[in-house]
């Protein structure tokens, strides 16, 4: 009996300094790191309960201790990460010498610590509620790139908040320059907004690993109708959740500024770089009349964890040795210069125009002859910067240039073979004034529009010519009486006046798409990931939301699934939405006028006025990423890039010729079942864009009698080819001969005409000479 007491009283010991354990020491979850638990149980264990919060008057939280120098020794670390441009406006100036001592509980004023100055080393406080860690890390005062709550790389699960209004204000919404839906009393609002509105709501970022902290940009609600926003704030860091630090300014906690209105974001840099895993923003007023909402971003440089899996399996890496940067004007043009130095036989450097401010628009061509046009081979173009601030598709085209001509020296088989069959030409930047507009600001801190539109204030993107109006309204007018024109439909006059609200830009753009016949083209955008295909406008006059699909809607369906299906995430069916749009009930493609209807869209007036299948492609959430997201990005659109530029060689071509020999131009090319047609270059030779199967295809010009063939189209890369020879009609022959011999050719009408004037003459007379 003695035994089982001791036996039983032993055991009670042993649970009692489990308790123990688990109260002084936290998480000895089943004795596995904790980076390498389950994520969601994680979740549960290190989470504090959402409406916990602590005192704001407090200097610390209650459950934080004063920590220990020695428990806080960590590895020197030099820190390199990309500086991240602050706007002129929104960053104050800020001149601690660069290095002065500081601690996370008494950091020095904006005018620095005389006495840590003294100090060659550079003391960084890292709070976990029992303890302190000391970092011999330089505070060069270099702002880390965003940890990505605008990219995505930051997913939902980390985002916590100590109330919502509704689940469409949650922390999740609480992303940088995210937009609001249509309706914003559902799902998808502009924001996290607090339930209640008074200083003890916080929002949280759980970074997952220790994180050196240095700034954060926050933003006001996103709303048609209302005026919400965030005026100052608390910054607070934990490595628990739990313990929480905040940030101070000498003795006081330190109180940030925040932002005048909703839309421009606003860069605090933090006094002393902090390394925590998690930090929080508690606001401590907001707008009068509105009530607690933000938007952020959290400027952090992750720290190295080579022991961590689940990081360096996430980690993106390229092995391309390409130059990762954001480029201005003049980078710009010394990158195109150093490209065709590199490669001059494939390459040449070309401008299409200028824009309002006089700043040339550079083209790059890349082709084994390039400056001409070879017959039967095909003219690809991808353009960007329509809106100057989404620069990812800018950068990623000056990207694509480099790489092609790198892989083309290096002798890629591929490569090669696109460039010797292809006629490719890149316009990075169709907007270069608005790009120098959000330059200027740099990343993250333009906004959602700023740089968007031209110079005088013109919206390329939707500039052109409405030609969808022209067409749909001669067929309900002509319907049942002739055929109404399909393709090649002209510019209406009011469009090239003077007097016409025309960007010189879209003016520029549109004489370059009647010069050279493109047959496949891609114009890159930002703000969203989806490739949109025409039309982009809707048929129905007071619908903004209509499917409403070209003739050639099949072509384009494939055209958009090429490029959305080899981009690394565009067809992840576990992809967060960028904003409100959840695009992949269509694997990541859109028809443009069922997403938002647009007049005038550079999608349609290429399709009905030129040869060139034109589409949209948006190749990431955050239109200006900032330069350390590059090579990622790079790395998600590469294959992309490459696989739709090679789609231009899918469907027919050939060459129509007279029985001379001769290619005849402007002949149209007509396919069964399709009511849209295609024209001949200037040479005679065509591309038509079709689908696997088998086509009757019609060839026919005026003066020239009609030819009809069946075609056929392989699944295999490489247009079939289908050519054509046309004789011309008796008519035209009798015109030949008579304009040769410095006569004019009798019309028919005119013949008769006169036949029945002289039959009447000689009714008269004899008449009269009855008489």
């Known amino acids: 009996m003695n035994s089982l007491a001791k036996k039983a009283s032993f055991a009670q010991l042993c649970f009692a300094v489990y308790v123990l354990d688990l109260t002084l020491f936290g998480n000895t979850n089943w004795a596995l790191p904790l980076e390498d638990q389950d994520y969601y149980l994680q979740e549960i264990i290190n989470r504090e309960h959402y409406y916990s919060f602590p005192d704001p008057d407090d200097d610390f939280s209650p459950f ?96 916590h908040a100590s109330t919502v209004k509704r689940y469409g204000l949650g922390a999740h919404r609480a992303r940088l320059n995210i937009q609001a839906g249509v309706n914003e009393n ?157 490669c001059p036989n494939i390459t040449r450097i070309y401008n299409i125009g200028k824009s309002y401010q006089g700043l040339k628009l550079y083209a790059v061509e890349i082709s084994d002859n390039p400056g001409e046009h070879e017959v039967g081979e095909p003219e690809f173009r991808y353009m960007a910067g329509a809106h100057g601030n ?58 959602w529009s700023l740089g968007r539109w031209t110079q005088d204030g013109i919206d390329i993107n939707n500039n052109f010519p409405d030609l969808n109006t022209l067409l749909w309204d001669a067929e309900d007018r002509r319907r049942g009486l002739r055929k109404v024109p399909n393709h090649h439909i002209r510019i209406p006059e009011w469009y ?81 939405v960028c904003h409100t749009e959840d695009f992949q009930k269509e694997d990541g493609t859109v028809n443009g006028a069922a997403w938002h209807t647009v007049a005038g869209s550079i999608n349609d007036f290429s399709y009905l006025h030129t040869n060139c299948f034109e589409l949209s492609i948006y190749v990431g959430c955050d239109k200006y990423p900032h330069e350390s997201e590059l090579p990622e990005e790079w790395e998600n659109n590469r294959e992309s890039l490459i ?29 069964e079942g399709v009511n849209h047609d295609i024209r001949t270059a200037s040479d005679g030779d065509y591309w038509r864009l079709l689908n696997p199967g088998e086509y009757v295809v019609t060839a026919k010009a005026e003066g020239y009698t009609t030819a009809t063939k069946n075609c056929a189209v392989g699944y295999d890369m490489g247009a079939t080819r289908c050519d054509f020879t046309i004789n011309k009609t008796n008519l035209a022959r009798i015109k030949e001969i008579m304009e040769k011999f410095g006569k ?11 036949q029945r004037a002289r039959q009447r003459r000689q009714q008269q007379y004899r008449l009269l000479s009855g008489v």
């Not at 990460?81 to 800020?94: A, T």
């Not at 004019?744 to 006169?754: D, Y």
């Open 390 to 447: 989404e620069v990812l598709g800018r950068e990623l085209l000056l990207l694509l240039m480099q790489f092609m001509c790198q892989e083309y020296l290096a002798g890629n088989p591929r490569i090669v073979r696109l460039v010797e069959d292809t006629r490719i030409h890149l316009l990075p930047s169709v907007n270069p004034d608005g790009y120098e507009k959000a330059y200027e600001v740099g990343s993250e801190l333009g906004g």
């Open 186 to 342: 559902d799902f998808y609002d502009g924001a996290w907004c607090a339930g209640r509105n008074d200083p003890y709501q916080w929002i949280e970022v759980d970074a997952r690993r220790l994180t050196k902290f240095t700034g954060v940009i926050t933003q006001g609600r996103n709303s048609l109708w209302l005026s919400d926003w965030v005026t100052s704030y608390k910054v607070m860091v934990s490595n628990d959740s739990h313990a929480w630090i905040t940030v101070k300014n000498g003795s006081g906690d330190m109180i940030f500024e925040g932002n005048s209105e909703k839309e421009i974001p606003v860069l605090n840099e933090l006094p002393v770089p902090l390394v925590a895993r998690y930090i929080r923003i508690n606001p401590r007023t907001w707008y009068d009349d509105g009530s607690i909402c933000l938007r952020l971003e959290i400027l952090g440089c992750p720290l190295p964890d080579p022991n961590n899996y689940y990081h360096r399996r996430n980690e993106m890496t390229t092995t391309d040795n390409l130059d990762f940067k954001h480029h201005n004007y003049k980078e710009m043009r010394q990158l195109m210069k150093v490209v065709n130095e590199m």
């Open 643 to 671: 696989v739709f530029m090679e789609q231009v060689h899918r469907g027919i071509k050939g060459m129509v010729r007279d029985q001379h020999g001769k290619g005849i131009p402007n002949a149209i090319i007509s396919v």
């Open 496 to 576: 090239l006046s003077e007097n016409a609200t025309v960007a010189v830009e879209t003016r520029a753009v549109i004489a370059w798409m009647e010069k050279i016949p493109f047959v496949l083209g891609g114009n890159l955008q930002g703000g969203e990931l989806v490739v949109a295909y025409p039309y982009d406008m809707a048929r129905s006059m007071w619908k903004t939301q209509e499917h409403t699909p070209t003739p050639d809607d099949h072509v384009f369906r494939w055209l958009a699934y090429s490029y959305a299906s080899t981009h690394r995430l565009m067809t992840d069916a576990r992809r967060r």
């Open 64 to 159: 934080t201790e004063q920590p220990r120098k020695e428990d806080m020794e960590s590895p020197a670390e030099t820190d390199k990460s990309p500086r991240l441009r602050p706007g002129k406006k929104e960053l104050k100036s800020k001149k601690a010498n660069k290095k002065e001592k500081s601690t996370l509980e008494t950091p020095p004023a904006k005018n620095g610590n005389k006495k840590g100055e003294k100090n060659k080393k550079n003391n960084e406080r890292t709070p976990d509620g029992i303890s302190e860690r000391q970092s011999t890390y330089e505070d060069s005062r270099e702002s880390c790139p965003p940890l990505g709550l605008e990219t995505l790389k930051i997913t939902d699960f980390q985002l």
């Open 744 to 754: 004019q050719p009798i019309s028919l009408s005119l013949r008769r005409g006169r």
